[in-house]
Nanobody, 124 residues
Framework: QVQLVESGGGLVQAGGSLRLSCAAS????????MGWFRQAPGKEREFVAA????????YYADSEKGRFTISRDNAKNTVYLQMNSLKPEDTAVYYC?????????????????WGQGTQVTVSS
């Protein structure tokens, strides 16, 4: 049974940092691009960041460039999202996912396995 479990969310003040983790079990995803998405109340799920299977290529939404860093440890089957300089507008549930189709990393529809999400709340 494939499972992705996110952790590391919480409540933080604006300007603070959090490090999210996504641990995969049930199979290895070391050959696949992994992504982070987020969904705020009343809004659609949106792309945050993605990383290629080797970690050699990373992709970010424009609003996250320079503040967030995605990384992965294939030996641990884990993907991370380091979030710095957090803003209240970063408040959302953050999800990790595995991309197994398509050519773009930003499309939700190109990702198959999803975690249950971890809540990130940034207070002003």
């Amino acid at each position: 049974q494939v499972q992705l479990v996110e952790s590391g969310g919480g409540l933080v003040q604006a300007g603070g940092s959090l490090r999210l983790s996504c641990a995969a079990s049930g199979r290895s995803f070391s050959s696949y691009t992994m992504g982070w998405f987020r969904q705020a109340p009343g809004k659609e799920r949106e792309f945050v960041a993605a990383i290629s299977w080797s970690g050699g290529s990373t992709y970010y939404a424009d609003s996250e460039k320079g503040r967030f860093t995605i990384s992965r440890d294939n030996a641990k089957n884990t993907v991370y999202l380091q979030m710095n300089s957090l803003k209240p507008e970063d408040t959302a549930v953050y999800y990790c996912a595995v991309r197994q189709r398509g050519t773009t990393v930003v499309a939700v529809s190109n990702y198959d396995y999803w975690g249950q999400g971890t809540q990130v709340t940034v207070s002003s």
